[in-house]
């Protein structure tokens, strides 16, 4: 039990931001003060913690708060997406030190793992740190994954990867160690690291990407599903009425939800005057975002296209509530920021009258606290909770 | 510590059938030999074990067999279905002491809690048992439940029940300890106590009444969800084609996927000649029972109905699947042995086709080992469950 307690405690102390003494670590922990003078011992020969003042509360012996010494390890954050590549430093806080954005090289996953190396090499001395002081890489990727082979199977847009163990490849081009994750469940992770007070969290966390993928966080801890591939939900069927989609059915997530689909949906709707030039995904993308500013400033075929998004999402959210029966649903994903406005305002509504537990509760729905790196951030923080959890995450990596 | 590592004992001697002594069980368990003795002599003197017969094995002290004492405790089990109430009564060893089943009355819930309490008294002394050793009743009913009222909510063909609060009432008129739970999450408990070797099992249970259910078991335990109600999948989309769903969707497993709808599309198809001239429970579950004896006995309009509600069922499984990312698929309940030959041969390539991890795994599909008594069965675990893990169930229980 000692790796756990002392996750416990340093997770603690972290979430404290001002620090926590002795007595008080006893106090919110439940543990005895013997371990807790035991393991802060340790946490301070390590160089995790630092004594930060006394305290003097009357009579007896002041107390020493102890505080996290953020900058004692970070970790890289990588996001793998079609269009763009984000990465991140992290401290052990969970802060943000340093981002970078690159394109995403392509067709060839070698040259993407390369530029991913050199992004990485960059982030690290831009930002001074000493090498040694990296805890690891993490990777956020689409799903689904290989876990034995480390790396990503066959997603759309990123053709030829089954051949390239990711994580094995890039462990040996930075010399770190390798964590992989689904974009989705890195998300979640964010969600958890960053959110005050979600030590018993359970949401459905709804990942707007180029796909969509959702994970799941039950009582302060993501589930990750038995071969890392929980949450995908592309070909949960949205809209009856929606177009075929390559599983045989029709009106699937994958081809009602994406942006891409929404593009195409406001191209029939005639909101785009114009054909669009190219199909590549900064193409989309590029429609995408003119769609939701049209949309923001009142266009009202674009609002409509918007608000049957909504609808489509709504009926998405439900079925995974009504199956995973979590307490509150999260939103996140590079698309995000450009949706929240339209799918809060449309979808808790629609989720509720869609709800199986409608008699016994409502469900919040909220945008992730982390923000558009979320995929990126979380990530990251996979890897400082293997710093944090020794054990949870050693078989998730690769030296 | 303690209770957990009770229940760790109990359980490691309940599944070795034979009995262990206690040096198999510091083995078997990872305890020390101090909390094993420790653990044992409590167990011997609550009555809960004996030993059975001292083995030597070359010089040293004989080792005593440690046997589960399976007449020590006995649970009752009711399966609440709008047309048919199950009783089982249980061993500690998991066995069926004695089975009843009564129809339900219809209308009044009143009138159903009695009759619950009536036939539970009857298959109490029918058995022989003394009263003081029953260690509780559990009921397994179609959700959603109301967990704070200890109700089910309005289930279609069950109306009115969100007025009566079952747990108190049934506890009040049988004197017992009352656990109530859905018919799919005691369902995958019977599955976990009962199959060997399901110590870490992860699989999803699609529980076949007179709904449709899902439950899930992670790594050897039921997850329940935040509010019980994990697996209310009735509106998921199996067949866009399907006819319209008062959800203002179509196609969902409550039209397309149930007995009754299944019925529907044979009598559409022309399976059988005369229209059907009640349609109530007991007439849609006759004509399907003669559906599946036609299909069984070759006659080709009747296979093809089944063999289409296969395949919306293989749609259902790979949603389930590709969310929850288990490694099997458990079929159960009372419909389930008439569809298993079609389901069983028709199920599983379809799946495998529409599953998202197909790259890296099979999935493969059973039915329950339980038997058509699952929801009955499973609901008695779950009061066993609470004898051998105190901590588990304890909030689930009513005096």
């Known amino acids: 039990m000692g790796d756990f307690n002392q996750s416990v405690i340093l997770e603690a102390i972290r979430r404290s931001g001002e620090g926590l003494s002795r007595i008080e670590l006893v106090e919110a922990t439940g543990l005895s003060a013997q371990t807790v003078t035991n393991i802060t011992r340790r ?22 708060t102890l505080r996290l010494i953020a900058e004692s390890r970070f970790s890289v954050g990588v996001h793998l997406d ?18 970078m954005a690159v394109r995403t090289p392509k067709k060839d996953p070698r040259r993407i793992v390369e530029a991913m190396a050199t992004t ?49 490849v890039l462990a040996e081009a930075t010399g770190l160690p390798v964590t992989l994750e689904k974009d989705t469940t890195a998300a979640a992770v964010g969600e958890l690291w960053t959110r005050p007070g979600s030590s018993d969290d359970s949401f459905v966390f709804v990942y707007l990407g180029t796909g969509i993928g959702a994970a799941l966080a039950r009582d302060g801890d993501v589930v990750r599903g038995n071969t890392q591939n929980l949450g995908e939900i592309g070909h949960i069927v949205v809209d009856p009425d929606g177009p075929a989609c390559l599983c045989g059915s029709r009106g699937c997530v994958e081809v009602v939800c994406t942006p891409q689909a929404i593009v195409e949906q406001a191209e029939h709707a005639g909101v785009f005057p114009d054909d669009r030039e190219a199909s590549d995904v900064e193409a989309v993308e590029a429609r995408f975002t003119q769609l939701c500013e049209r949309a923001a400033a009142g266009d009202g075929p674009a609002a409509r296209v918007l608000r049957q998004a909504a609808g489509h999402m709504a009926v998405l959210t439900a079925v995974l509530t009504n199956l995973l029966d979590v307490d509150r649903v999260v939103f996140g994903g590079p698309f995000w920021p450009r949706l929240s406005d339209v799918y809060l305002r449309e979808i808790p509504g629609r989720l509720e009258r869609l709800s199986a537990t409608r008699a016994v509760r409502t469900l919040p729905v909220a945008g992730t606290v982390v923000g558009v790196d979320v995929g990126a951030v979380g990530a990251a923080c996979v890897v400082l909770d293997s710093v944090l959890t020794p054990r949870t995450t050693d078989l998730l990596l690769e030296h």
Chains 1, 2 share one sequence.
């Open 43 to 64: 946490l301070l020969d390590d160089g995790f913690i630092r004594e930060a003042g006394r305290t003097i509360n009357g009579p007896g012996k002041p107390r020493v």
């Open 82 to 99: 079609p269009a763009i590549m984000t990465f991140v430093l992290l401290d052990l806080s969970g802060a943000v030190v340093r981002r």
């Open 120 to 168: 990485i090499d960059s982030l690290i001395t831009a930002a001074g740190v000493d090498r040694s002081r990296i805890a690891g890489v993490g990777v956020a990727a689409p799903g689904p994954l290989d876990p034995a082979m480390g790396t990503v199977i066959d997603p759309p847009k990123l053709l030829g990867w089954h051949r390239v163990p990711l994580r094995s």
